[in-house]
């Protein structure tokens, strides 16, 4: 059985009701026309044969040369009658009329205005109404045929057409974390090319979000391994014999600092576990604009604690944006937090936002050194330069923007003083 739900189901009943209506129109149209053909012709028949009596009756033998009067005209003249019908209006009239069961056709043929007199001929005309009714149930058993025939065929076409989303249907189901596949979209019908395309976007984000989870368990391994091993040696060295008791605080602060580098990496990893909880945030409404100078009076604070300046050119306009703001921050607090940590002291961070043809652009500007451009800055565990941190940063803004469809690039000023983060956030329709 078909659901009411489905896509079949409404495709089939459509195009079912869509032809049954045309078969109808069609068919209505067609007896119409046999039936206005039929009574046609007979009242043609029946004219003519009132013609002939009025011709027989007159006194004009001229009128009588120009018919070809039949041998049947004696029949013809038994069922004529001369009627008077007064107040009648004077012209040639059909009835129809039935008695006993018996179907009729009646003539009023003018003869004599003066007198108000008609030619009357009547027909039984039973044989012709059997016939037209013999015709109207040969087309409704038609109709039954056919109305069969396009069930069976609105069956098919809709089964056929299907096909493509159960071929699709079939590989989904067929992938998971170990095996995704993309599907060549030319192996399919063309209307269904965008779906193709749009299910292997979905599978390459979650080949990239599967990869990056990968690396970061490795990474997060060999990170948290490395100075466990480290922290181990420096105690069965200091206790391989006695030592004074400053050796010992020693050995202590050093594996202390090294559980504080690791509880950063640690809370950086949560800080993932978090982000992605807040890519089920509901999107809401915001000005951009204001959302902006919001944050960047925050970050001037930050910048101002580590002797640093944080200047911004954003524009005034008011620019509306539906999105998850817990995602947008973890971006800009990033690329921001980088461009402090970087820029030396004295010099300024800069932060310019604009809307463009392309979208809403902005740009966190630092005076650092700059980076390597070959590099790829967005894989975890990254460190650049001599600079603390568990290398986590990038790689958080780098889940966040793709959550949010949103581009974001590093690369080197044009006079080489300090690097250019940039973040695109395409225009929404």
């Known amino acids: 059985m078909l659901s009411k ?133 040969n087309i409704i058993t038609i109709n039954l045929i056919m109305l069969f025939l396009i069930l069976f065929y609105a069956l098919f076409l809709s089964r056929m057409l299907l096909l493509p989303i159960k071929s699709l249907t079939t590989k989904l189901a067929k992938m998971n974390e170990s095996f995704l596949q993309t599907i060549d979209p030319k192996t399919l019908p063309k209307e269904f090319m965008p779906l193709g395309k749009s299910i292997n976007g979905l599978v390459k984000r979650i080949q990239t979000f599967t990869l990056s989870q990968k690396e970061l368990f490795i990474g997060a391994s060999h990170e948290l391994k490395t100075p466990l091993a480290v922290m181990k040696t420096k105690n069965e060295v200091t206790l391989l014999k006695p030592r004074d008791e400053q050796r010992y605080k020693d050995t202590l602060k050093e594996n202390i600092e090294t559980i504080n580098e690791m509880n950063k990496m640690i809370s950086n990893i949560l800080e993932i576990g978090r982000q992605e909880s807040a890519q089920f ?103 650049v330069g001599n600079k603390s941190g568990a290398g986590l940063g990038l790689f958080l803004a780098k889940n966040a923007a793709n959550a949010l469809n949103i581009e974001i690039n590093i690369k080197n000023r044009i006079d080489k003083n300090g690097a250019i983060a940039s973040i695109l956030i395409p225009k929404q329709k």
């Open 5 to 137: 739900k489905s896509i079949r189901y409404s495709f089939v009943l459509q195009l079912v009701l869509a032809l049954i209506i045309l078969i109808v129109i069609f068919s209505t149209i067609l007896y119409s026309y046999i039936k206005i053909s039929i009574y046609k012709d007979l009242n043609k028949a029946l004219l003519n044969e009132a013609a002939l009596v009025a011709v027989e009756k007159s006194s004009d033998l001229k009128k009588v040369q120009k018919f070809s009067i039949s041998s049947s005209l004696k029949n013809i003249e038994n069922d004529a009658k001369i009627v008077v019908k007064k107040n009648h209006k004077f012209r040639i009239s059909f009835k129809l009329s039935r008695e006993h069961n018996i179907h009729y056709l009646s003539i009023l043929y003018p003869y004599n205005e003066k007198k108000s007199l008609f030619i009357s001929i009547t027909r039984n005309i039973s044989t012709t109404d059997k016939l037209l009714s013999e015709i109207l149930t």
């Open 281 to 383: 945030e509901e999107p809401t409404q915001i000005d951009l604009t204001k959302f902006l100078k919001e944050r960047a009076n925050n970050f001037r604070i930050l910048a101002y604690q580590k002797e640093k300046k944080l200047e911004t050119h954003i524009e005034d306009k008011p620019y509306q944006l539906k999105t998850q703001p817990t995602l947008l921050v973890h971006i800009l607090q990033n690329f921001i937090q980088n461009a402090i940590k970087f820029t030396p002291i004295g010099k300024t961070i800069y932060i310019d936002a604009k809307s463009t043809p392309n979208g809403y652009m902005i740009k966190i500007i630092d005076e650092g050194k700059g980076i390597d451009e070959s590099q790829d800055l967005f894989a975890p565990f990254k460190r």
